[in-house]
């Protein structure tokens, strides 16, 4: 240990830990490398998970066998990947969209990452998707990652969609701190603030939250598993 330790509080450091890490452990292969830059050519904006995060999505799908998956909020597929690469033969990622062309541009990185048949994209706001997947058969793993305004809404969905002892995350539950304060001006984080009041009072999930730093900076995670 330098005698001078860094500032633990420096994006730039929490940045290069993850470039440590990923380093040791790849995060990353060509197909994942190459729906990066495809997704920064199409120019869609830099939102999708971290790729120790999409991992991490991977592991936890892995880990209860997970045969469905549903995914709100595809962006271009980065997450979608990960996840689609933990089902088993005959297993099914669907993923939700709003925007036409985020869906196309996950389409086309999907079929090039080799998942393109274990995947399929419903084109709409999730909540007239969503209602949709209803009595159809139950999901193992269900990933928020869409409009944050909505997510208090989407929970209620996720959990509904969900078989018992099926887990749901939720991402960028922290934003930065912002989850804390009460008059937040941003309708992401109010939207975010309404998510953990919804979960509080939920009484079919058992959910902890989880701070992260990293490349995508700080934010967090709740996971939950369903309870029968
Ligand atoms: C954070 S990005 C998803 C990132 C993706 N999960 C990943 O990690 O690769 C959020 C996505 O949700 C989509 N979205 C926003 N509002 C939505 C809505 N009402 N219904 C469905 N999707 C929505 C956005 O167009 C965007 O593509």
């Not at 452990?25 to 920064?40: K, R």
């Not at 959990?159 to 922290?174: E, K």
């Amino acid at each position: 240990m330098s005698q001078n330790p860094p500032d633990q509080t420096s994006p730039e450091l929490w940045a290069a830990v993850d470039a440590y890490m990923s380093a040791a452990l790849p995060d990353s292969d060509p197909a994942l490398a190459a729906v990066q830059a495809a997704n920064a050519a199409a120019g869609l904006p830099s939102i999708d998970v971290a790729p120790n995060q999409g991992k991490l999505l991977h592991i936890l799908a892995r880990l209860i066998g997970a045969r469905r998956i549903l995914e709100i909020g595809t962006l271009g597929g980065y997450s979608a990947i990960w996840l689609a690469r933990a089902l088993p033969p005959g297993g099914k990622l669907v993923s939700l969209e709003f925007q036409p062309r985020h869906a196309e541009i996950a389409q086309q990185n999907l079929e090039t990452a080799g998942v393109g048949d274990l995947v399929e994209i419903r084109v709409g706001p999730a909540l007239e998707t969503l209602p949709k997947l209803e009595g159809h058969e139950a999901f193992d793993f269900v990933f928020i990652d869409a409009d944050k305004e909505s997510n208090a809404a989407y929970l209620d969905w996720a959990i509904r969609l969900t078989r018992p002892g099926g887990l749901v995350v939720c991402d960028n539950v922290v934003r930065r701190g912002g989850v804390i304060d009460p008059d937040h001006p941003n309708t992401a984080t109010q939207g975010t603030r309404r998510f953990f009041e919804a979960l509080a009072k939920e009484k079919r999930l058992t959910a902890t939250g989880l701070q992260t730093v990293g490349v995508k900076g700080w934010d967090g995670l709740v996971i939950g598993i369903v309870e029968a």
